[in-house]
């Protein structure tokens, strides 16, 4: 298994990458990023005493259409004007063969609710200039209706607009004591 230097890592945002997808009108994904997030992961010895935390500013949504992101911020979404972020904080964490798997508080529009990322770790390096860096992706998919996200539209071929699983990626860099 993969393992980084224990102490307190932070997302670096000019290499990490927060998105989603959505199943549309069931034929295809939307998908789209958060531009603006930050996060600290406190790598403990023990790797199962270690602790990750993150926001993300949903005002920065995008999904390369200007008229959708404008609608996402909307109360039919994620009401971006009362609840400006979305959070994570975890509560645990387990080794699972080469897997990663924390839980955590997941909270959007208000509502918090248990969610589990499966945690790939890529590895850790030195950059040019000296600088202990790791990689990871983090993946989980949340129902989106059970955070009170639950606007949809019917279509003519009697289906719906929209799917109710949201998968959520965190491509990511970390940097230690950034």
């Known amino acids: 298994m993969t393992t980084i230097t224990p102490g307190t890592w932070t997302i670096d945002p000019a290499h990490t990458e927060i998105g989603f997808s959505v199943r549309h009108l069931a034929i295809s994904k939307v998908k789209g990023v958060f531009e603006e997030f930050a996060g600290t992961v406190v790598v403990a010895e023990n790797p199962t005493e270690s602790s990750v935390e993150g926001t993300v500013e949903v005002k920065s949504v995008n999904t390369k259409q200007a008229q959708r992101d404008e609608h996402l911020r909307t109360s039919d ?79 003519e071929a009697g289906g719906l607009t929209l799917g109710d699983d949201v998968k959520i990626t965190v491509d990511g860099q970390l940097g230690l004591g950034a």
Do not use: C, H, M
């Open 77 to 155: 979404f994620f009401l971006a004007d009362e609840f400006p972020q979305i959070t994570f904080k975890s509560t645990a964490v387990r080794l699972d063969g080469d897997d990663v798997i924390v839980t955590g508080d997941f909270t959007l529009r208000g509502v918090t609710k248990p969610v589990e990322f499966k945690v790939e770790l890529g590895g850790e390096t030195v950059d040019g200039y000296g600088n202990k860096k790791a990689g990871f992706e983090a993946t989980t998919t949340v129902n989106r209706k059970d955070f009170g996200v639950n606007w949809n539209a019917p279509t």
